[in-house]
């Protein structure tokens, strides 16, 4: 049975002793999405630190429909807050590349905007004497459902231990709003939903990361597959074991 008094208690002390030892008197700088992970992660921050020392970070790619989420999250916590419209920077890539003669792919239009956006929180985090939180949680990062070096990057990863069924179960417990906590994640590009694009339910997965229990046999296999192949983005960059000796 999850704890959640618990484990929320347990994560704001790991925050306060993982920025005591790696950056005492740093801020934690935090992309908000407006979704349940930023926003729970943003909470237990402020938890942990205090809401002066948490600074959110709006990157919306040219217009945003759900932008209001983001700037509803910051005004609940009550935190500072930047927004650094990204739209520039990815099309100047973009347009870098096509001109180098470059088919750009699908699954460079998706990642693109992620790493853009962690660049752009490392580069206000290093004027604003910060630290840059990582908002992945457990379930995707099981089936690799980031982007390396986007939002799989951070300094610090409060929720990388935590399904997505756990993370909302914090988020009502420090009392988010619902609309924020429950609200349906998508790829960016199109109408469609992670879960559609995975092909199985968060709910799903969580039974099975925690329990090992999946009854569609089909399912099982496919989460199996995506945890294979996705898991070097959870390890250290391979190194050349060179002995000089």
């Known amino acids: 049975m999850f704890d959640v008094k618990k484990t929320t208690a347990e ?8 920025f005591e030892n790696n950056g005492k008197g740093c801020n934690a700088v935090i992309g908000i999405s407006g979704g349940k992970d930023s926003s729970v992660v943003a909470a237990l921050c402020v938890e942990a630190l205090g809401k002066d020392r948490v600074i959110g970070v709006l990157m919306p790619n040219g217009e945003q429909p759900d932008i209001d989420c983001s700037k509803q999250l910051v005004t609940h916590l009550n935190i500072p807050f930047y927004v650094c419209n990204i739209h520039n920077a ?9 001109e180098s003669g470059v088919e750009i ?5 998706i990642n693109l905007p992620p790493r853009i956006r962690m660049s752009t929180l ?10 840059v939180a990582n908002t992945c949680n457990l379930s995707e990062d099981w089936v690799g ?9 951070g300094d610090f990863a409060p929720l990388g231990k935590l399904t997505v069924q756990e993370v909302k179960e914090i988020g009502r417990y420090l009392k988010l709003p619902e609309n924020l906590v429950d609200k349906v994640p998508s790829d960016g590009l199109t109408d469609r939903t992670d879960e559609d694009n995975l092909g199985f339910t968060y709910a799903v ?9 999946c009854e569609d046999e089909n399912t099982k296999e ?3 597959r995506l945890h294979r192949i996705n898991e070097f983005k959870l390890k250290p960059i391979p190194c050349y074991e060179f002995n000089p000796e």
Request: glycine content about 8%; aromatic content about 12%.
């Open 11 to 18: 994560a704001v002390q790991w925050i306060q002793n993982w």
């Open 90 to 98: 990815v099309e100047g890539v973009k347009q870098s590349l096509k």
């Open 105 to 109: 792919s699908r699954q460079t239009l």
């Open 122 to 131: 490392y580069a206000l985090s290093q004027s604003m004497n910060g630290r």
């Open 145 to 153: 459902y980031s982007t390396r070096y986007g939002d799989a990057a």
């Open 205 to 213: 997965l969580d039974k099975y990361i925690r329990t090992g229990v």
């Open 222 to 224: 496919r989460i199996d």
